[in-house]
């Protein structure tokens, strides 16, 4: 048997169409269901989740909320089809709720690289459940899509989120500043990325959490 940590770079071809699950010590990450939608919409009204996503620009509309409307429902039942990307939902393994979703998306074929997207509603945050997902879902797309590089994008007044991707693994690349408005303010957007060649694994050599199982659906 291979030892886990080598990157398996053929093992599955850059198959996103497989939607695994994948278990960790505080988090499973598993494909969207029927119901999923209900609790998402839940989530993404959460004003720190839209403030610090960059999806909207002002404080005002961070608390405007996410509508639990037919285009969410679609948007959750089909995150299974999908070929080219890879949405999976956080389960608190504790309570057994769906408290976020991680995401492997903009996957570049020639390149053998993606972005990836994390969010972790306030039923969820601050126990190291985030930390972990997004260790999962880099050492699954390195591990065991053979991905080169993934890349990521965190804003400069979202210090949290910097903390969780440095803990993984990730690295700073480049700063933009003034890449997002927010409250008429500019703010740096910082990009990092993890690449296969310095991956050391998740959890890190000094890291506490249990194996990980990812087995697809
Ligand atoms: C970012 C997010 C995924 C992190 O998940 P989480 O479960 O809350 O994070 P964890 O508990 O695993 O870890 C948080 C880390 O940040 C640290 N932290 C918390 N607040 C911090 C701050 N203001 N400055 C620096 N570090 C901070 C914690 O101490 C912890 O680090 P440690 O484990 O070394 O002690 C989650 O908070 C979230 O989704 N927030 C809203 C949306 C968002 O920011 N998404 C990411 C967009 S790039």
């Not at 990521?152 to 910097?162: D, K, M, Q, T, Y």
């Not at 957007?189 to 959890?203: C, I, L, Y």
């Amino acid at each position: 048997m291979r030892p886990r940590r080598e990157p398996i770079p053929d093992a599955v071809g850059l198959d996103l169409r497989t939607k695994p699950t994948i278990s960790g010590t505080l988090v499973t990450l598993r494909p969207f269901r029927e119901g999923d939608a209900e609790v998402m919409a839940e989530i993404l009204s959460d004003p720190e989740v839209r403030a610090l996503t960059g999806s909207v620009a002002t404080t005002v509309e961070a608390h405007a909320g996410q509508p639990w409307d037919e285009l969410l429902v679609e948007w959750y039942a089909t995150r299974s089809d999908q070929p080219d990307r890879l949405d999976l939902a956080v389960e608190d393994v504790a309570s057994g709720r769906l408290v976020g979703e991680v995401v492997l998306n903009e996957l570049d074929r020639q390149d053998r690289s993606c972005n990836l997207r994390v969010l972790v509603g306030p039923a969820g945050r601050g126990r190291g459940l985030g930390t972990e997902a997004v260790g999962l879902a880099t050492g699954y797309g390195i591990e065991r899509l053979g991905l080169r590089r993934i890349t990521l994008e965190v804003f400069a007044h979202n210090p949290r989120a910097r903390r969780v991707y440095e803990r993984v693994g990730y690295a700073v690349t480049r700063l933009r500043p003034g890449a997002l408005v927010f409250d008429g303010a500019a703010v740096t957007a910082v990009d990092m990325a993890v690449e296969a060649e310095r991956w050391q694994g998740f959890p890190p050599p000094d890291g506490s959490a249990g194996p990980v199982d990812a087995s697809g659906t």
